[in-house]
């Protein structure tokens, strides 16, 4: 299986490769990308200079141009995918019928794998865009259980890539608007959830909080972790309950799931965070290489080393990780 | 212009169902979208149920009757659900899966894109045009100006433009999951529900922790808490060329608030102020009232 590495900058680049990824993803600096935050992302200029280093290393680059193109911004999407066919990247990631058909009419040789943001659950979702625009991948939403991604596998059109660390979105990707219900930004046009600019931390005498828009996502009291306030994964009341009523804060976490993963056919295991630091893509990538690499080397003996979980837990969020929907009492 | 009755998004009783839909007939609607659209695990009625429904329905009234798909297939079973909906001979299908699309087009069937199809741009509703798209009810987060500049940019490209339909009043669905939020609420696992969400027709209300109601948990959809309502910006709508209105099902006064839209379209002047939300229309965060923070 490959391993598929993130990079929000040229420095988490260049971690990814030097940890071992087989392929690294990223994206222009503006809202065709579905990462787009402040101080985030390529200029032209450094993206050239982080393919040298791809190419130098036998590696893959891939470009996300993965938000759905707004109608008077057309041009900025129409732009975004001529850079990344221009620039000889291995692949453009996208989830736009439109930008998809673009793509595949204006450069036919253009390598293009269904983005997450696409909203493919099922093996006929994909081969709609397998066959209207040639899809040679797809990355699934993390909503379905292991036997979910099985079947999906085994009746797909092209191969499966699936979220193995991460920050964990529950809802189905590309079908959610929590956060342009509440902000006025949405995944799906800006590129963003919960942004940054509508967050707000306060003292208060009893505890701190946290605000999206001026909606309280939490309280914390001292001494407990604070999370960032995403819609998702604050603590609400329902039927008078104060809980995670979405979710935990809790980061996705596969590494006990290789042997399976492969065992269905994934072909692909993406780690998210274009979002995180080099730091943090040192971290992951050089324990998802050494997990992979171990695997490969004896399948059969596949354990999950105590360290390499201690390692991921430090950079997740909450210091908490799961199987997501992966696990079965979710289904 | 037209107004259309959405599927219901709750998990009502069989009875619940048929009495809502007979009340229905009777009401001055040009379109009736039916059938289960969120949870393949809610049985009240059974496929064959929804299209035997959906037929009585349309020897009973003049509305025009859709059968809606669900919006998140994840099991084998419920894709071959979905097959069988797209396969039943003789209604329209409101297909709110590409998997539905994909379906459809396959047997060059006409049909409806429903709200939870990703569609933003003239040439993204130009693709599935091509693959049989006739009505379009936009993504609910969409503005009037985002639609604005999609016909304008259907204009300069020279696409034509399916029906559109707005998703004009109603609980507004903003997020789908493998999650059951209801079980979890009631703490069960999900595949061991007991159909708790049918103890709550309208949903249950997701509150923060100062008592702001934020959102509306429906099973594995997340709804908003307010009521989505657009009936003020009727002559707007109707001056930019939207074709039909969207009413989505609540469990009480359904005939009033057909009531009000059907004396517009007579004619009335729509009220200035309205009960509900209306950010999204006016490229707002969808949870404001734009009109009480002055952003009008």
Redesign the interface.
């Known amino acids: 299986m490959q391993l598929v590495c993130p990079a929000g900058s040229l420095p988490a680049l260049k971690a990814a490769v030097r940890q071992g990824a087989d392929a690294v993803y990223t994206g222009f600096r503006d809202d065709t990308n579905a990462r787009h935050f402040a101080g985030l992302n390529f200029t032209e200029k450094q993206l050239q200079s982080g393919l040298e280093l791809i190419r130098r290393e036998g590696r893959q680059l891939y470009i996300a141009v993965n938000t759905?193109?707004?109608?008077?911004g057309?041009p900025r999407w129409q732009r975004a995918v001529d850079q990344a066919a221009d620039l000889g990247v291995d692949a453009l990631i996208a989830?736009?019928?439109?930008?998809l058909?673009?793509a595949s009419r204006r450069h036919p040789a253009l390598r293009l794998h269904l983005s997450v943001?696409?909203?493919?659950?099922?093996?006929?979702?994909l081969?709609?865009?397998h066959?209207?625009y040639g899809i040679q991948r797809a990355v699934l939403p993390r909503?379905?259980?292991l036997a979910?991604v099985r079947?999906v596998a085994a009746?797909s059109p092209v191969p499966i890539e699936v979220f193995a660390f991460g920050s964990l979105c529950?809802?189905?990707e590309?079908?959610?608007?929590?956060s342009?219900?509440?902000?006025?930004q949405?995944p799906?046009?800006c590129g963003v959830c919960s942004p940054a600019s509508a967050v707000r931390w306060t003292q208060e005498p009893e505890a701190l909080s946290s605000r999206l828009?001026e909606?309280?996502?939490?309280?914390y009291v001292e001494g407990e972790a604070a999370g960032y306030p995403t819609l998702?994964k604050?603590?609400?009341?329902?039927?008078g309950?104060?809980f995670h009523?979405?979710?935990e804060p809790t980061s996705l976490n596969t590494l006990a799931l290789i042997p399976e993963l492969d065992a269905v056919g994934v072909v692909a295991v993406k780690v998210e965070g274009r979002q995180r630091s080099p730091a943090y893509v040192e971290q992951v990538a050089r324990v998802w290489r050494q997990a992979l690499d171990s695997y490969a080397r004896a399948p059969d003996r596949f354990a999950v080393e105590a360290g390499w979980n201690q390692a991921l837990a430090s950079v997740s969020e909450g210091s908490q990780t799961t199987l997501g929907?992966y696990h079965?009492?979710?289904? | 212009m037209k107004l259309t009755l959405g599927p219901i998004l709750f998990y009502w009783s069989r009875e619940a169902i048929i009495d809502f839909y007979a009340d229905m007939a009777t009401q001055p609607l040009d379109v009736i979208y039916l059938g289960e659209t969120v949870c393949a695990k809610r049985r009240a009625l059974s496929l064959d149920d929804w299209l035997g429904l959906a037929r009585d329905l349309r020897e009973a009234c003049d509305a025009e009757v859709v059968v809606s798909g669900l919006?998140?297939?994840?099991?084998?079973s419920?894709?071959s659900s979905?097959?069988r909906l797209c396969d039943n001979g003789d209604l329209l299908v409101e297909a709110n899966?590409?998997?539905a699309?994909?379906?459809l087009?396959e047997r060059k069937l006409p049909f409806v894109g429903g709200p939870?199809l990703?569609?933003?741009?003239?040439?993204?509703?130009?693709?599935?045009m091509n693959?049989g798209m006739l009505r379009w009810v936009p993504?609910?987060?969409c503005s009037q100006a985002?639609l604005e500049?999609?016909q304008?940019?259907a204009r300069d490209q020279a696409l034509s433009l399916p029906e559109l339909e707005v998703f004009a009043w109603g609980y507004?669905p903003?997020?789908?999951?493998?999650?059951c939020?209801t079980a979890?609420?009631e703490n069960r696992?999900?595949?061991d529900c007991g159909f708790i969400c049918q103890h709550y027709p309208e949903g249950?209300?997701?509150?923060?922790?100062?008592?702001?109601p934020?959102?509306t948990?429906n099973g594995i959809q997340?709804m908003?808490a307010g009521v989505c309502n657009l009936l003020a910006e009727y002559p707007k709508m109707r001056t930019m060329g939207v074709d039909a209105l969207r009413l989505s099902p609540r469990a009480t006064d359904m005939g009033e608030v057909i009531a009000q839209f059907q004396a517009v379209r007579q004619g009335q002047q729509p009220p200035v102020l309205v009960d509900g939300c209306n950010?999204?229309w006016h490229?707002?965060?969808?949870?404001l009232r734009v009109e009480e923070v002055g952003l009008c």
């Open positions: 759905y193109a707004l109608p008077d057309w989830a736009d019928p439109g930008v058909a673009y943001q696409g909203s493919a659950t099922n093996a006929a979702a081969t709609f865009y066959e209207r909503v379905l259980s979910q079947q009746g529950i809802m189905a590309g079908r959610c608007h929590l342009s219900y509440v902000t006025g949405s799906n046009l828009n909606v309280l996502i939490d309280r998702c604050g603590r609400f009341m329902v039927n309950k104060r009523a979405l979710e929907a079965r009492a979710w289904q | 919006a998140l297939i994840e099991a084998a419920e894709l979905l097959r899966d590409m998997a699309v994909q379906f087009s939870s990703n569609l933003y741009n003239a040439f993204a509703v130009a693709e599935l693959a993504p609910v987060e985002l500049h999609l304008q940019q507004l903003l997020a789908y999951s493998a999650r939020f979890r609420a696992p999900k595949d249950i209300p997701l509150l923060t922790q100062e008592g702001q934020l959102f948990l997340t908003s950010g999204y490229g707002q965060p969808g949870m």
